[in-house]
């Protein structure tokens, strides 16, 4: 029986499933993943997409790591003490850790609380630029490395070998969860410095304290090993991706006519045809393995708000009121937008969604400001096989405010090529955030983002909002502000998530398993 377990932090909000997952392919305890590239960089406090936070998951260990239900549970610290005012963590050590280097060979260097502040300081180092800076942030003086300031400002010290205080600017219920990021994990600063600047990108270079060591890293494949107890998974694999279908749950064989490449293959053939023990999924239920559900993407129609009349706000605001009194005919696996941020990534928001508007008074109002009688010409980018949905708002814009938008179809990949570009109107398409910040998917409709928007009262609520510690008091507040100012301006109208599925057959438990990003956690794996 799968056991799943959703756990929000604020900005690691984030889905983890401790479930009964299959595996296929290769040995009685060897997990294999594909993913569109090999890993090329094993340095935890860089670690972004989604093959190098899988790998330095397994390499390395921190204070805290997730257990098969998805709690923090102590990992390297063998004790953690909380003072009465919730600003100041202490951690005892445990005794006697190393670093492994390939093949699990003794790297010559043990694990000390030194380490953890080394790590934690380049979080915040200007130079280090990493992604981890924001969900750390609560750690006092960590504004002031990310401005160039004093290192040794940040509340984090090591009293002796073993111990560690972190000292926060304010309490942090979350901050267990935030431990358990690659970002928090320990760097040796003799051995980083004596990479010359290549930690993490080869062999040579990379040296880890997880349960997992670096067997084997080639152009098709990174390979980890543990010395394996029981039916625990003992290696992983994770490989690059031939042939992989391009359209979800597709159909597909090994191999094709004579002299034609072979069949792409979709995730179920992949798990059955024992080329992977789990993969992501897009098409609708029924798969006849374990399915495994999240939802992280919001779909809706975009503006481009920087030219055009689209640069109107009240004529977004007219089209926008439209389209959210529509009940719309939904693709299977799909529901009803209530905000921009999808399901789980739910920070407390709720429905962020505008209140309703006569579209006709706004329509009229935008007119006069344009200096127009009637707008017309303006296209409509959808992914294929979306017109029909499409259609239904495009009626209704005719028949309340007797505008009528061309329709172009485009396979999905260009039209994401076309909005990046900036070369749109308006567009229907999916959202997901950059990480599982809430902030991170606002800042895609900002300025630099893909509407373009310059809006004042947005810029200061979204900055407002990053100025508080992810998961501490106040920032669910501010992000939700930061939302609804957001979309008070249209930029983008939410229509309906999308739920996915990690896809398995049975025979494994306890993984670990977060959408974002996507990564997994093999460490209390086991084969039935």
Not at 150 to 174: M, Q
Not at 294 to 303: A, I
């Amino acid at each position: 029986m799968s056991r799943i377990r959703r756990i929000c932090i604020g900005i690691w909000a984030g889905l983890f499933f401790a479930a009964g997952l299959a595996g296929c392919g290769g040995s009685a305890n060897s997990f294999t993943w594909r993913a569109a590239r090999v890993p090329n960089n094993l340095d935890p406090q860089l670690a972004a997409e989604s093959p190098e936070i899988i790998a330095v998951t397994h390499l390395f260990s921190g204070l805290y790591r997730l257990d098969a239900e998805g709690t923090p549970r102590l990992d390297c610290a063998e004790s953690a003490e909380v003072s009465a005012d919730g600003l100041v963590w202490t951690f005892r050590l445990k005794a006697g850790m190393r670093y492994a280097s390939r093949r699990g060979e003794d790297a010559g260097y043990a694990v000390t609380a030194e380490d953890f502040v080394f790590g934690l300081r380049r979080v915040f180092l200007p130079e280090t630029a990493s992604p981890y800076a924001e969900a750390l942030g609560g750690i006092l003086g960590s504004e002031t490395l990310l401005e160039g300031g004093d290192p040794s400002a940040l509340g984090v010290r090591a009293p002796d070998e073993l111990t560690l205080e972190i000292t926060l600017r304010e309490p942090d219920e979350h901050l267990p969860e935030k431990l358990c990021l690659p970002g928090a994990m320990p760097c040796d600063e003799e051995f980083f410095e004596s990479t010359g600047g290549a930690y993490g990108l080869s062999t040579n270079t990379t040296i880890g304290n997880g349960s997992f060591y670096l067997y084997n890293w080639t152009e098709s494949g990174l390979f980890l090993r543990r010395t394996a107890a029981g039916g625990q998974i003992g290696s992983l694999r994770i490989v690059l991706a031939q042939n992989d279908a391009t359209a979800p749950g597709s159909a597909g064989s090994d191999a094709g006519p004579a002299g034609q490449q072979p069949a792409a293959q979709g995730p179920v053939e992949l798990i059955t045809n024992g080329k992977c023990d789990a993969a992501l999924y897009e098409g609708p239920p029924g798969t006849g393995l374990t399915e495994l559900p999240y939802t992280t993407t919001t779909w809706g129609l975009v503006f481009r708000c920087d030219e055009g009349p689209l640069a109107n706000a009240r004529l977004r605001r007219a089209l926008g009121a439209t389209a959210y009194g529509l009940v719309l005919d939904l693709p299977a696996g799909c529901a009803p937008a209530e905000g921009l941020t999808p399901p789980d990534m739910d920070y407390g928001a709720g429905r962020t969604l505008p209140a309703p508007e006569d579209p006709a008074p706004l329509y009229r109002e935008a007119l006069a400001e344009l200096g127009m009688a009637q707008i017309s010409g303006l296209t409509v980018l959808v992914p294929q096989g979306y017109a029909q949905l499409f259609g239904q708002i495009n009626q209704e814009w005719q028949r309340q405010l007797s505008l009528f938008c061309k329709v172009q179809e485009l396979p999905l990949e260009e039209l994401l090529e076309r909005l990046a570009a900036g070369d749109y109107e308006i567009a229907l398409a999916p959202f997901a955030p950059e990480s599982s910040s809430p902030a991170s998917l606002l800042r895609q409709f900002g300025p630099d983002g893909v509407c373009a928007l310059h809006t004042p009262g947005f810029l200061q609520a979204l900055a407002e909002a990053e100025d508080f510690a992810p998961g501490s008091g106040g920032w669910a507040g501010a992000i939700q502000a930061a939302e609804r100012a957001l979309l008070a301006e249209c930029p983008v109208l939410p229509l309906f998530y999308q739920t996915k599925a990690l896809l398995v057959a049975p025979g494994i438990e306890g993984i670990v398993f977060s959408p974002f990003a996507p990564s997994i956690d093999l460490t209390w794996a086991v084969r039935g």
